[in-house]
Protein backbone atom coordinates (compact mmCIF):
# COMPACT_ATOMS: atom_id res chain seq x y z
CA UNK A 1 0.00 0.00 0.00
CA UNK A 2 1.52 3.46 -0.90
CA UNK A 3 1.67 5.48 1.86
CA UNK A 4 1.95 9.56 1.25
CA UNK A 5 4.84 11.56 3.14
CA UNK A 6 3.82 15.12 3.26
CA UNK A 7 5.48 18.44 5.30
CA UNK A 8 4.41 19.23 8.32
CA UNK A 9 1.24 21.60 8.88
CA UNK A 10 3.56 24.69 9.37
CA UNK A 11 1.39 27.98 11.66
CA UNK A 12 0.20 31.15 10.26
CA UNK A 13 3.69 32.80 11.59
CA UNK A 14 5.24 30.57 9.30
CA UNK A 15 4.99 31.23 5.26
CA UNK A 16 6.74 28.23 3.92
CA UNK A 17 9.53 26.01 3.95
CA UNK A 18 12.78 24.31 2.21
CA UNK A 19 14.34 21.01 2.20
CA UNK A 20 16.97 20.78 3.70
CA UNK A 21 18.33 17.30 3.47
CA UNK A 22 17.52 13.83 2.43
CA UNK A 23 18.68 10.92 4.33
CA UNK A 24 16.90 8.26 2.41
CA UNK A 25 17.02 7.67 -1.42
CA UNK A 26 14.55 6.28 -3.69
CA UNK A 27 14.64 2.63 -3.63
CA UNK A 28 15.88 2.47 0.52
CA UNK A 29 14.38 0.45 3.08
CA UNK A 30 12.83 2.69 5.84
CA UNK A 31 12.12 1.68 9.44
CA UNK A 32 9.02 3.36 10.96
CA UNK A 33 9.61 6.75 12.86
CA UNK A 34 13.13 6.75 10.75
CA UNK A 35 14.63 10.24 9.77
CA UNK A 36 13.39 10.57 6.02
CA UNK A 37 13.97 14.17 5.33
CA UNK A 38 14.71 17.57 7.23
CA UNK A 39 12.84 20.72 6.93
CA UNK A 40 14.42 24.17 7.13
CA UNK A 41 11.81 27.05 8.10
CA UNK A 42 11.98 30.67 9.18
CA UNK A 43 12.32 29.49 13.04
CA UNK A 44 13.80 26.00 13.09
CA UNK A 45 14.69 22.99 11.36
CA UNK A 46 11.36 20.28 11.21
CA UNK A 47 12.16 16.39 11.01
CA UNK A 48 9.83 14.46 9.23
CA UNK A 49 9.63 10.50 9.78
CA UNK A 50 8.43 7.27 8.18
CA UNK A 51 5.23 6.75 8.85
CA UNK A 52 5.71 2.78 8.35
CA UNK A 53 7.98 0.45 7.87
CA UNK A 54 8.79 0.21 3.99
CA UNK A 55 10.57 1.54 0.95
CA UNK A 56 10.23 5.06 -0.65
CA UNK A 57 9.53 4.90 -3.68
CA UNK A 58 9.64 8.31 -4.96
CA UNK A 59 11.28 11.85 -3.74
CA UNK A 60 8.35 14.70 -4.92
CA UNK A 61 10.73 17.80 -3.98
CA UNK A 62 14.54 17.58 -4.11
CA UNK A 63 16.68 19.15 -2.00
CA UNK A 64 16.74 23.02 -2.19
CA UNK A 65 13.33 23.35 -3.62
CA UNK A 66 10.98 25.93 -1.40
CA UNK A 67 7.79 23.58 -0.08
CA UNK A 68 4.13 25.12 1.42
CA UNK A 69 2.48 23.63 4.59
CA UNK A 70 1.36 19.76 4.06
CA UNK A 71 2.62 19.33 0.30
CA UNK A 72 3.66 15.88 -0.54
CA UNK A 73 7.40 15.09 -0.32
CA UNK A 74 7.79 11.33 -0.85
CA UNK A 75 5.77 8.03 -1.36
CA UNK A 76 6.43 5.24 1.06
CA UNK A 77 5.48 1.14 0.04
CA UNK A 78 4.87 0.25 3.27
CA UNK A 79 6.10 -3.29 3.85
CA UNK A 80 8.01 -3.52 0.19
CA UNK A 81 11.17 -4.56 0.10
CA UNK A 82 14.15 -2.56 -0.76
CA UNK A 83 15.34 -3.24 -4.37
CA UNK A 84 18.62 -4.93 -4.05
CA UNK A 85 20.56 -3.72 -6.85
CA UNK A 86 20.79 0.11 -6.50
CA UNK A 87 24.46 1.04 -7.29
CA UNK A 88 23.79 4.61 -8.35
CA UNK A 89 21.38 7.57 -7.03
CA UNK A 90 18.24 7.44 -8.53
CA UNK A 91 16.85 10.21 -10.85
CA UNK A 92 15.06 12.01 -8.24
CA UNK A 93 17.98 11.29 -5.77
CA UNK A 94 20.22 13.03 -8.28
CA UNK A 95 17.99 16.14 -8.76
CA UNK A 96 17.97 16.52 -5.09
CA UNK A 97 21.91 16.92 -5.01
CA UNK A 98 24.09 20.19 -6.36
CA UNK A 99 25.75 20.39 -9.50
CA UNK A 100 28.81 21.53 -8.16
CA UNK A 101 31.54 21.09 -5.41
CA UNK A 102 31.73 24.29 -2.91
CA UNK A 103 35.12 26.11 -2.10
CA UNK A 104 37.15 24.30 -4.60
CA UNK A 105 37.08 21.26 -2.23
CA UNK A 106 38.54 18.13 -3.36
CA UNK A 107 35.61 16.17 -3.21
CA UNK A 108 33.93 14.95 -6.02
CA UNK A 109 30.15 16.71 -6.99
CA UNK A 110 26.70 16.04 -5.47
CA UNK A 111 28.59 14.15 -2.26
CA UNK A 112 27.23 17.03 0.26
CA UNK A 113 23.73 18.06 0.81
CA UNK A 114 22.98 21.60 1.50
CA UNK A 115 22.97 21.26 5.77
CA UNK A 116 26.18 19.30 5.30
CA UNK A 117 27.88 21.67 3.13
CA UNK A 118 27.13 24.62 5.32
CA UNK A 119 28.73 23.13 8.49
CA UNK A 120 31.60 22.12 6.29
CA UNK A 121 32.57 25.60 5.22
CA UNK A 122 31.38 27.21 8.57
CA UNK A 123 34.57 24.60 10.39
CA UNK A 124 36.46 25.19 7.26
CA UNK A 125 36.49 20.97 6.69
CA UNK A 126 38.15 18.89 3.93
CA UNK A 127 35.15 16.64 2.79
CA UNK A 128 37.53 13.83 2.02
CA UNK A 129 38.54 13.28 5.39
CA UNK A 130 34.97 13.00 6.41
CA UNK A 131 33.12 9.04 5.35
CA UNK A 132 30.08 9.77 4.12
CA UNK A 133 26.92 7.54 5.02
CA UNK A 134 23.98 7.90 3.13
CA UNK A 135 23.86 7.03 -0.61
CA UNK A 136 26.68 6.16 -2.69
CA UNK A 137 28.71 7.51 -0.06
CA UNK A 138 26.69 10.91 0.44
CA UNK A 139 28.15 12.99 3.36
CA UNK A 140 24.85 14.26 5.45
CA UNK A 141 25.44 16.78 7.82
CA UNK A 142 25.11 14.07 10.60
CA UNK A 143 28.04 12.69 9.44
CA UNK A 144 29.67 16.38 9.70
CA UNK A 145 28.57 16.46 12.93
CA UNK A 146 29.81 13.46 14.27
CA UNK A 147 33.32 13.97 12.57
CA UNK A 148 33.39 17.60 14.22
CA UNK A 149 32.79 15.76 18.02
CA UNK A 150 35.40 12.64 17.39
CA UNK A 151 37.54 15.51 16.39
CA UNK A 152 36.88 17.54 19.60
CA UNK A 153 37.29 14.19 21.98
CA UNK A 154 40.94 13.02 20.52
CA UNK A 155 43.65 14.57 22.10
CA UNK A 156 46.26 16.95 20.09
CA UNK A 157 49.04 14.22 20.02
CA UNK A 158 52.63 15.88 19.19
CA UNK A 159 54.06 15.38 15.49
CA UNK A 160 56.93 12.98 15.32
CA UNK A 161 59.81 15.42 14.81
CA UNK A 162 61.03 15.54 10.93
CA UNK A 163 64.85 16.04 9.92
CA UNK A 164 66.10 19.38 9.12
CA UNK A 165 65.26 19.73 5.05
CA UNK A 166 68.45 20.51 3.09
CA UNK A 167 68.24 24.57 2.19
CA UNK A 168 66.92 25.19 -0.60
CA UNK A 169 66.92 28.46 -3.57
CA UNK A 170 63.91 30.26 -3.30
CA UNK A 171 62.68 32.62 -6.26
CA UNK A 172 61.23 35.73 -5.00
CA UNK A 173 59.04 37.48 -7.01
CA UNK A 174 59.07 41.37 -8.03
CA UNK A 175 55.89 42.50 -6.47
CA UNK A 176 53.27 41.03 -3.83
CA UNK A 177 51.88 37.44 -4.38
CA UNK A 178 49.55 37.18 -1.48
CA UNK A 179 46.12 35.61 -3.13
CA UNK A 180 43.05 37.86 -2.33
CA UNK A 181 40.43 35.16 -1.51
CA UNK A 182 36.67 35.88 -1.54
CA UNK A 183 34.29 33.05 -0.65
CA UNK A 184 30.23 33.65 -1.67
CA UNK A 185 27.90 31.39 -0.20
CA UNK A 186 24.09 32.34 -0.04
CA UNK A 187 22.25 32.55 3.26
CA UNK A 188 20.30 30.03 4.75
CA UNK A 189 16.48 30.69 5.45
CA UNK A 190 17.08 31.36 9.13
CA UNK A 191 19.65 33.53 8.74
CA UNK A 192 17.76 35.82 5.88
CA UNK A 193 15.00 36.00 8.61
CA UNK A 194 16.99 37.11 11.75
CA UNK A 195 18.12 39.85 9.32
CA UNK A 196 14.66 40.34 7.99
CA UNK A 197 13.32 40.71 11.67
CA UNK A 198 16.50 42.69 13.07
CA UNK A 199 15.82 45.19 10.62
CA UNK A 200 11.83 45.46 10.86
CA UNK A 201 12.93 45.95 14.66
CA UNK A 202 15.06 48.76 14.19
CA UNK A 203 13.02 50.59 10.91
CA UNK A 204 9.42 50.02 12.49
CA UNK A 205 10.02 50.82 16.40
CA UNK A 206 11.38 53.36 18.43
CA UNK A 207 13.36 51.32 20.45
CA UNK A 208 15.38 53.15 23.34
CA UNK A 209 18.15 51.42 25.44
CA UNK A 210 18.25 52.17 29.49
CA UNK A 211 21.38 51.09 31.24
CA UNK A 212 22.13 50.54 35.04
CA UNK A 213 24.28 48.18 37.08
CA UNK A 214 24.04 45.70 39.51
CA UNK A 215 26.52 44.35 42.18
CA UNK A 216 26.20 40.54 41.61
CA UNK A 217 27.61 39.90 45.06
CA UNK A 218 24.56 38.52 46.88
CA UNK A 219 23.26 36.61 44.13
CA UNK A 220 26.97 34.68 44.01
CA UNK A 221 27.30 34.20 47.53
CA UNK A 222 23.72 32.83 47.65
CA UNK A 223 24.67 30.66 44.72
CA UNK A 224 28.11 29.82 46.59
CA UNK A 225 26.20 28.53 49.32
CA UNK A 226 24.00 26.33 48.29
CA UNK A 227 24.89 25.08 44.45
CA UNK A 228 25.64 21.53 45.83
CA UNK A 229 22.77 21.16 47.65
CA UNK A 230 20.56 22.41 44.65
CA UNK A 231 21.96 20.28 42.39
CA UNK A 232 21.54 17.57 44.51
CA UNK A 233 18.17 17.97 44.85
CA UNK A 234 17.16 19.09 42.08
CA UNK A 235 18.49 15.82 39.84
CA UNK A 236 21.47 17.24 38.88
CA UNK A 237 20.15 21.03 37.46
CA UNK A 238 22.76 23.82 37.90
CA UNK A 239 21.47 26.76 39.99
CA UNK A 240 22.86 29.40 37.62
CA UNK A 241 22.34 33.00 36.97
CA UNK A 242 19.62 33.30 34.47
CA UNK A 243 17.03 31.72 37.10
CA UNK A 244 17.33 34.73 39.73
CA UNK A 245 17.06 37.45 36.15
CA UNK A 246 14.27 35.48 34.91
CA UNK A 247 12.30 35.36 38.32
CA UNK A 248 13.00 38.96 39.32
CA UNK A 249 11.89 39.81 35.01
CA UNK A 250 8.70 38.18 36.38
CA UNK A 251 8.33 40.19 39.24
CA UNK A 252 9.21 43.43 37.48
CA UNK A 253 6.58 42.82 34.51
CA UNK A 254 3.65 42.52 37.22
CA UNK A 255 4.67 45.90 38.87
CA UNK A 256 4.84 47.41 35.05
CA UNK A 257 2.37 45.95 32.85
CA UNK A 258 3.31 47.69 29.68
CA UNK A 259 6.46 46.45 29.63
CA UNK A 260 5.23 42.95 29.21
CA UNK A 261 2.34 44.17 26.49
CA UNK A 262 2.79 44.44 23.12
CA UNK A 263 1.18 46.74 20.17
CA UNK A 264 -0.46 45.35 17.76
CA UNK A 265 -2.20 47.77 14.84
CA UNK A 266 -3.85 50.53 16.89
CA UNK A 267 -4.04 48.26 19.82
CA UNK A 268 -2.42 47.87 22.91
CA UNK A 269 -2.00 44.18 24.28
CA UNK A 270 -1.67 43.93 27.87
CA UNK A 271 -0.88 40.43 28.60
CA UNK A 272 -1.97 38.86 32.01
CA UNK A 273 0.92 36.05 32.14
CA UNK A 274 4.79 36.54 31.75
CA UNK A 275 5.63 34.12 28.59
CA UNK A 276 10.12 34.88 29.00
CA UNK A 277 11.96 34.09 25.82
CA UNK A 278 15.34 33.14 26.30
CA UNK A 279 18.15 33.73 23.87
CA UNK A 280 20.19 30.77 22.72
CA UNK A 281 22.78 30.92 20.23
CA UNK A 282 23.21 28.18 17.60
CA UNK A 283 25.29 27.24 14.87
CA UNK A 284 22.68 28.47 12.81
CA UNK A 285 21.74 31.94 14.08
CA UNK A 286 20.30 33.00 17.48
CA UNK A 287 16.66 31.48 18.49
CA UNK A 288 14.51 32.82 21.04
CA UNK A 289 12.57 29.86 22.76
CA UNK A 290 10.17 30.99 25.38
CA UNK A 291 9.18 29.26 28.87
CA UNK A 292 5.91 29.28 28.98
CA UNK A 293 3.79 30.82 32.47
CA UNK A 294 7.28 32.01 34.01
CA UNK A 295 6.03 33.46 37.09
CA UNK A 296 4.52 30.33 38.12
CA UNK A 297 7.95 27.85 37.48
CA UNK A 298 9.98 27.47 40.97
CA UNK A 299 13.98 28.70 39.99
CA UNK A 300 14.96 25.22 39.77
CA UNK A 301 12.19 24.89 36.88
CA UNK A 302 13.51 28.01 35.39
CA UNK A 303 16.93 26.19 35.45
CA UNK A 304 16.28 23.31 33.90
CA UNK A 305 14.16 24.25 31.08
CA UNK A 306 16.20 26.80 30.09
CA UNK A 307 18.88 24.01 30.02
CA UNK A 308 16.68 21.88 28.27
CA UNK A 309 15.88 24.15 25.77
CA UNK A 310 19.43 25.33 24.90
CA UNK A 311 20.76 21.86 24.38
CA UNK A 312 17.57 21.22 22.11
CA UNK A 313 18.38 24.60 20.39
CA UNK A 314 22.06 22.96 19.43
CA UNK A 315 20.31 19.85 18.29
CA UNK A 316 17.77 21.62 16.52
CA UNK A 317 15.29 19.78 18.20
CA UNK A 318 13.13 23.00 18.83
CA UNK A 319 9.73 22.75 17.48
CA UNK A 320 7.40 26.01 16.14
CA UNK A 321 5.48 25.70 19.62
CA UNK A 322 8.84 26.13 21.31
CA UNK A 323 9.02 29.34 19.49
CA UNK A 324 5.90 30.96 19.53
CA UNK A 325 4.56 33.85 21.54
CA UNK A 326 6.48 35.03 24.31
CA UNK A 327 5.66 38.67 26.49
CA UNK A 328 9.59 39.85 27.14
CA UNK A 329 13.06 38.16 26.07
CA UNK A 330 15.90 37.80 28.06
CA UNK A 331 19.33 37.67 26.40
CA UNK A 332 22.74 37.36 28.40
CA UNK A 333 25.82 38.26 25.90
CA UNK A 334 28.03 38.12 29.34
CA UNK A 335 28.76 34.20 28.61
CA UNK A 336 30.71 35.38 25.50
CA UNK A 337 31.99 38.16 27.72
CA UNK A 338 30.32 41.11 26.14
CA UNK A 339 30.69 44.28 28.68
CA UNK A 340 28.04 46.74 27.55
CA UNK A 341 25.49 45.87 24.50
CA UNK A 342 21.95 47.56 23.30
CA UNK A 343 19.83 44.46 22.37
CA UNK A 344 17.47 44.99 19.74
CA UNK A 345 13.93 44.76 20.28
CA UNK A 346 12.02 41.09 19.21
CA UNK A 347 8.80 42.21 18.00
CA UNK A 348 5.67 42.42 18.81
CA UNK A 349 7.60 42.56 22.25
CA UNK A 350 8.16 45.90 23.65
CA UNK A 351 11.30 45.22 26.24
CA UNK A 352 14.01 42.80 26.26
CA UNK A 353 16.30 42.81 28.55
CA UNK A 354 20.44 42.02 28.52
CA UNK A 355 22.81 40.70 30.60
CA UNK A 356 26.54 41.07 30.71
CA UNK A 357 29.89 39.87 31.85
CA UNK A 358 30.54 40.28 35.93
CA UNK A 359 33.59 42.18 36.55
CA UNK A 360 35.37 43.14 39.38
CA UNK A 361 35.24 47.15 39.94
CA UNK A 362 36.10 49.90 42.62
CA UNK A 363 32.88 50.94 44.30
CA UNK A 364 31.95 53.57 46.56
CA UNK A 365 30.63 51.54 49.63
CA UNK A 366 30.00 53.83 52.74
CA UNK A 367 32.67 56.07 52.12
CA UNK A 368 34.97 53.43 51.49
CA UNK A 369 36.31 51.87 48.06
CA UNK A 370 35.64 48.11 47.90
CA UNK A 371 35.88 45.87 44.96
CA UNK A 372 32.69 44.39 44.05
CA UNK A 373 31.32 42.02 41.40
CA UNK A 374 29.09 44.44 39.22
CA UNK A 375 27.14 43.44 36.11
CA UNK A 376 26.21 46.56 33.65
CA UNK A 377 22.38 45.64 32.61
CA UNK A 378 20.79 47.29 29.21
CA UNK A 379 16.50 48.02 28.88
CA UNK A 380 15.78 47.91 25.05
CA UNK A 381 11.93 49.15 25.04
CA UNK A 382 9.58 50.50 22.79
CA UNK A 383 9.11 54.13 23.11
CA UNK A 384 5.55 54.41 21.27
CA UNK A 385 4.35 52.07 24.74
CA UNK A 386 6.85 52.85 27.27
CA UNK A 387 7.72 56.21 28.21
CA UNK A 388 11.21 56.85 29.79
CA UNK A 389 10.30 57.20 33.27
CA UNK A 390 8.79 53.34 33.33
CA UNK A 391 11.22 51.93 31.51
CA UNK A 392 14.31 53.30 34.21
CA UNK A 393 11.93 51.86 37.06
CA UNK A 394 11.59 48.26 35.67
CA UNK A 395 15.37 48.36 35.30
CA UNK A 396 15.65 49.98 38.51
CA UNK A 397 13.22 47.18 39.97
CA UNK A 398 15.27 44.18 38.53
CA UNK A 399 18.41 45.38 40.51
CA UNK A 400 16.96 46.10 43.49
CA UNK A 401 15.94 42.19 43.83
CA UNK A 402 18.78 40.63 42.29
CA UNK A 403 20.91 42.70 44.86
CA UNK A 404 18.67 41.82 47.23
CA UNK A 405 17.42 38.09 46.18
CA UNK A 406 14.94 37.55 49.31
CA UNK A 407 12.70 40.15 47.54
CA UNK A 408 12.36 37.59 44.98
CA UNK A 409 10.83 34.98 47.11
CA UNK A 410 8.87 37.93 48.97
CA UNK A 411 7.89 39.47 46.55
CA UNK A 412 8.80 42.58 47.64
Request: proline content about 6%; glycine content about 8%.
Amino acid sequence: MAIEIKAPAFPESVADGEVATWHKAEGEAVSRDELIVEIETDKVVMEVVAPEDGVLTKIHAAEGETIQSEQLLATLEQGAAASAATPAATPAAKASEPATSTGGSSSSAGTLGPAARQLVEEHKLDPASITGSGKGGRITKEDVVNYLANRDEQPASPAPAAPAPAPVAIDVPDGPSSERVEKRVPMTRMRAKIAERLLNATQETAMLTTFNEVNMAPVMALRSKYKDQFEKIHNGTRLGFMGFFVKAACEALKRFPAVNASIDGSDVVYHGYQDIGVAVSTENGLVVPVLRDADFMSLADVEAAIRDLGMRAKDNKLTIEDMTGGTFTVTNGGVFGSLLSTPILNPPQTGILGMHKIQERPMAVNGQVVIQPMMYLALSYDHRLIDGKTAVQFLVAIRDLIEDPARILLQL
